[in-house]
């Protein structure tokens, strides 16, 4: 009960031009998406040695990159993933605190008022603490697809409201907690007031931007 042991792994990721490199090396992200569907246990699942049985099978596939759609995974999730060598996007998913009420969302919670901005930081960076020493998890995202209105703005077609400074706050701490971790708004989405390292988003939107 008086120590504890932790592993820990660096890892040299960046987006450059067009191009993400790991150690300086263009690396050509072949992602696959989790639900966080776990049968066996019908929560997160914290079993590391299943954990490494299934990424040890997307690495075989030929996987390089799993996106963690909507969630943050559990630490023995990311274990594993040290482990394989997969590199893991870990995504907020706070629909209603960050993006706000609309037709597709109706189900969001919480309420995307200005006294969750805080909560939302914190809950931002006790993440990024959380998982620092994982070299698997060096993508954050803070939601999934998303567009973007200006700071202030309630479009009136879908009642979508966002929070930019709070995004670009947690943009900036998570830099200075891990400097060569990439960070991005949203996934599936595009803005040009918003922070992104890269985009993840349909072919067409190359020509749209200079990230890759």
């Given at each position: 009960?008086?120590?504890?042991?932790?592993?820990?792994?660096?890892?040299?990721?960046?987006?450059?031009?067009?191009?993400?490199?790991?150690?300086?090396?263009?690396?050509?992200?072949?992602?696959?998406?989790?639900?966080?569907?776990?049968?066996?246990?019908?929560?997160?699942?914290?079993?590391?040695?299943?954990?490494?049985r299934k990424?040890?099978?997307?690495?075989?596939?030929?996987?390089?990159?799993?996106?963690?759609?909507?969630?943050?995974?559990?630490?023995?999730?990311?274990?594993?993933?040290?482990?394989?060598?997969?590199?893991?996007?870990?995504?907020?998913?706070?629909?209603?605190?960050?993006?706000?009420?609309?037709?597709?969302?109706?189900?969001?919670?919480?309420?995307?008022?200005?006294?969750?901005?805080?909560?939302?930081?914190?809950?931002?960076?006790?993440?990024v603490t959380?998982?620092?020493?994982?070299?698997?998890?060096s993508i954050?995202?803070?939601?999934?697809?998303?567009?973007?209105?200006?700071?202030?703005?309630?479009?009136?077609?879908?009642?979508?409201?966002?929070?930019?400074?709070?995004?670009?706050?947690?943009?900036?701490?998570?830099?200075?907690?891990?400097?060569?971790?990439?960070?991005?708004?949203?996934?599936?989405?595009?803005?040009?007031?918003?922070?992104?390292?890269?985009?993840?988003?349909?072919?067409?939107?190359?020509?749209?931007?200079?990230?890759?």
């Open positions: 009960m008086d120590v504890r042991s932790e592993r820990i792994g660096f890892v040299k990721i960046k987006a450059e031009g067009k191009h993400i490199r790991i150690a300086d090396e263009p690396y050509y992200m072949r992602g696959t998406g989790d639900f966080v569907h776990c049968p066996e246990t019908g929560c997160p699942d914290t079993d590391r040695e299943r954990w490494r990424l040890e099978t997307l690495r075989d596939y030929g996987y390089n990159y799993v996106r963690c759609q909507s969630h943050v995974p559990v630490p023995e999730y990311l274990d594993a993933a040290d482990e394989v060598g997969l590199i893991v996007q870990s995504e907020a998913g706070r629909l209603g605190a960050w993006g706000g009420m609309n037709q597709y969302h109706t189900y969001s919670w919480p309420q995307p008022v200005p006294e969750y901005r805080e909560h939302l930081r914190r809950q931002w960076n006790l993440v959380r998982d620092i020493s994982h070299p698997s998890a954050y995202c803070m939601s999934n697809e998303f567009p973007a209105f200006p700071s202030g703005d309630n479009d009136a077609r879908n009642n979508t409201i966002f929070f930019p400074r709070t995004a670009w706050q947690c943009y900036e701490e998570t830099k200075s907690l891990r400097p060569a971790a990439l960070v991005l708004w949203t996934d599936g989405g595009f803005s040009e007031i918003l922070p992104a390292d890269f985009l993840n988003a349909e072919a067409v939107m190359d020509k749209k931007t200079e990230l890759p």
